[in-house]
């Protein structure tokens, strides 16, 4: 302190001068500073405070089941669960009360249309729970990955145990759907599965088990992350073109092609095949057995379908892998790029909205 005394009785006064006009500006930028500098730390605090809005779709399935009553309401299973408006500003539409068995083509369009229209009319909108059956929701979730155009998160979740069981599984699950739906990671990830704490993609998710909360699992990289207590972390990204990088646009279709499923098995007789191959059908999928390999009745029927000229897709009924060196059929196929036959059905579909040359189909099924 001396020190700076004796410095500043030793300037000059041009020297003084200069300094206390140094001073009179550090003084004023420091003042335009905090002037802007509080209201930026003010909205940050408002920030923190505003809860993201999110849409909760309800369809059915056992996560708004009981075993003694009918299925419950949307409202009324959502109301169930208080602790989601920790999270979100929650808002509610009821789609159906269904289980998910009972879902249609029809309903799956109407949906995806549906949440097309919800992310256009609402930029707040952070992102779309749907809670449905866990029967068919691979399907679903395979659905809306190709036909929803946002790259906001959609999230589906179910639960395995009905509300009124020991441990129910369903408002947890509920609850870390939403905490999903709210995390920036979740964006351009595609449509997400979200149960037992696990994050499934929508390609690869299945259903492996009737009974246990573990039930889902993902073919391909398995979980692609996990929702802890503490935070939602992810630990892959999907590569596959979804969303808003699909090529299928349902905005204005009334109804989806109809694709049925054809399932192999040992000692098939020929005619149950060419009788199935009858029925008025847009495209045909063949679930065989590994490796697109078929009994010798499922080959000649398919044989003698040919002229009929149906789009078909070969499909193997084995969860993993892909169908490398088909065998040499003796009628023209789509070969599955690792789809299994419930979503070869889907990607058919949606290709045969686009194109009927099997060529084309083939890049399609290569490409999602
Ligand atoms: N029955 C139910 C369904 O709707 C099964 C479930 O949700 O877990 O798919």
Request: aromatic share 6%; glycine share 8%.
């Amino acid at each position: 302190m001396p020190g700076a005394t004796l410095q500043w009785l030793v300037l000059t006064q041009s020297e003084r001068s200069n300094q206390l006009s140094q001073q009179r500006t550090k003084m004023i930028n420091r003042t335009i500073l905090l002037f802007l500098l509080v209201p930026i730390l003010l909205s940050a605090q408002q920030i923190q405070v505003t809860k993201p809005d999110v849409l909760i779709l309800t369809t059915g399935g056992t996560i708004a089941s009981r075993t003694d009553a009918p299925l419950i309401a949307g409202l009324a299973l959502v109301q169930a669960v208080p602790q989601l408006t920790d999270h979100a500003n929650i808002s509610v539409e009821e789609f159906s009360v269904i289980g998910s068995s009972k879902m249609t083509p029809k309903d799956w369009l109407t949906l995806a249309q549906r949440i097309n229209a919800q992310f256009s009319k609402n930029d707040n909108l952070a992102g779309i729970v749907i809670t449905h059956g866990t029967d068919t929701m691979e399907e679903i979730a395979y659905f809306l990955n190709l036909t929803v155009k946002s790259d906001k998160p959609v999230v589906l979740v179910g639960s395995m145990r009905s509300a009124n069981e020991i441990s129910a599984d369903g408002p947890a699950n509920l609850i870390n759907a939403v905490r999903v739906a709210i995390n920036e990671q979740a964006v351009g990830q595609g449509v997400l599965v979200v149960l037992n704490e696990d994050i499934t993609a929508a390609r690869d998710v299945w259903k492996t088990d009737n009974r246990r909360v573990q039930t889902f699992q993902g073919s391909n990289v398995g979980h692609i992350g996990t929702v802890d207590p503490d935070g939602v972390r992810f630990y892959h990204r999907i590569l596959q073109p979804h969303t808003t990088s699909s090529e299928f646009d349902v905005s204005n279709l009334a109804a989806l092609p109809v694709v049925n499923i054809l399932s192999d098995f040992t000692g098939i007789d020929e005619n149950l095949v060419r009788n199935f191959g009858k029925q008025e059908m847009d495209g045909l999928v063949v679930r065989t057995f590994a490796g697109g390999r078929m009994s010798t009745g499922m080959l000649v029927g398919l044989a003698s379908l040919e002229q009929r000229g149906t789009p078909t897709v070969i499909t193997s009924r084995v969860p993993g892998g892909r169908i490398v060196s088909a065998p040499d059929y003796s009628f023209s196929a789509v070969i599955s790029n690792g789809q299994q036959d419930n979503k070869a059905r889907i990607l058919l579909m949606l290709a045969l909205t686009r194109t009927s040359e099997l060529s084309e189909i083939q890049r399609i099924f290569d490409t999602y």
